[in-house]
């Protein structure tokens, strides 16, 4: 049995995790939570160095503890980007460390190819359609010789960090995602809100100005400002991936990232997929927010694959995109 060890830390959450072919045998994490405001680059990055040995050795004694050890790790994987730099570089150091002090291969993965290639495992889908939503990231992807098609995105800003900017203005702590969805349930009025598809594309920004807007100049209650920022954003992100579908003639979409735990999203994606006759696929949340379990199984995809990294090569990317990825690991059509 092959075991990957994966170390996650592109932006707030600090995780490790010990994966096999058959299952996620152990995880453990530490979140970086910030007093007040966003995510600060240098402080999520001291949060993770001050707590890598902690969880690493976490996640090592809870595979001790379901009967497997340490010299059965084949490869140390690791996020190479896209993400936070200072994040990215203080993770891949110490994957780097234990790659040298254990003499086992090192592995540099795509985090959003990583979210996909989770989301395919866990959910049993082959070859879907993925929408792809976290802070900084929105992108609708699709298997294209050889490698992951960005068929649309963002041209400002990812949904995630829309919402969380609006959250903030409304004082909400850090993630406001979840905060937002909360206040959006007890809407009951649409209030109009700029909806901004360009081609297959998208742009967030505007929303976020007419949510302040909204709740300064108009007085409108901030439910129904929440409520309409969902309704608006979410109904962009499921145009774009119904027509990347019918582009693609494909009958299964998958949704990956943090945002995608937003109910009302999936509800959207739910539906769209049922009018198509298309399924539609969700991993366990657990699975969608940034998380080891992932860096570890791509790792073991890429292993199997021959896929490693030099030393030499392994200097982080905060700007990675999937569709600069080689998929070495799925066959061509």
């Known amino acids: 049995m092959t075991l990957i060890l994966g170390l996650e830390g592109t932006a707030w959450n600090l995780s490790v995790a010990v994966v096999s072919e058959e299952r996620v045998i152990y995880e453990a994490e530490s979140t970086y939570k910030p007093e007040y405001g966003g995510i600060h680059p240098r402080e999520a990055a001291q949060h993770h160095a001050s707590e890598l040995k902690n969880v690493v050795s976490r996640a090592l004694r809870g595979a001790e503890g379901e009967g497997f050890s340490l010299e059965e790790i084949a490869a ?76 649309g995105e963002t041209l400002d800003i990812g949904i995630g960090n829309a ?118 696929y969700v991993p366990e949340a657990k699975y969608l927010k940034d998380n080891g379990a992932m860096i570890a199984y791509l790792g073991l995809l890429m292993l199997k694959s021959g896929d490693t990294t030099p030393i030499e090569k392994s200097a982080v990317n905060p700007n990675y995109r999937p569709d600069e990825v080689e998929v070495t690991w799925r066959d061509v059509e």
Not at 215 to 221: A, I
């Open 76 to 151: 140390i994987a690791f996020s190479q980007g896209p993400g936070m730099g200072p994040c990215l570089r203080t993770v891949a150091t110490a994957a780097r460390a234990l790659s040298i002090y254990l003499k086992i291969p090192l592995i540099g993965v795509n985090h959003c190819i990583a979210h996909i290639e989770i989301g395919r495992w866990q959910c049993g889908t082959k070859d879907p359609v993925v929408l792809y939503v976290s802070g900084a990231n929105s992108q609708v992807l699709a298997y294209r010789f050889g490698r992951y098609r960005i068929l």
């Open 163 to 280: 919402l969380d900017k609006f959250a903030r203005y409304l004082r909400l702590s850090h993630p406001g995602g979840p905060k937002i969805e909360e206040l959006a349930s007890k809407g009951t009025k649409y209030v109009y809100m700029p909806y901004v598809v360009k081609g297959m594309d998208l742009s967030f920004s505007g929303l976020t100005t007419a949510a302040k807007d909204a709740l300064d100049l108009h007085q409108h209650k901030k439910e129904d400002i929440c409520h309409s920022f969902q309704e608006t954003g979410f109904a962009m992100l499921t145009e774009v991936t119904e027509r990347a579908m019918a582009h693609c003639c494909k009958d299964e979409m998958l949704l990956a990232g943090g945002v995608g735990a937003n109910r009302r999203l999936q509800q959207m994606l739910k539906t769209m997929c049922h009018d198509r006759g298309a399924r539609f």
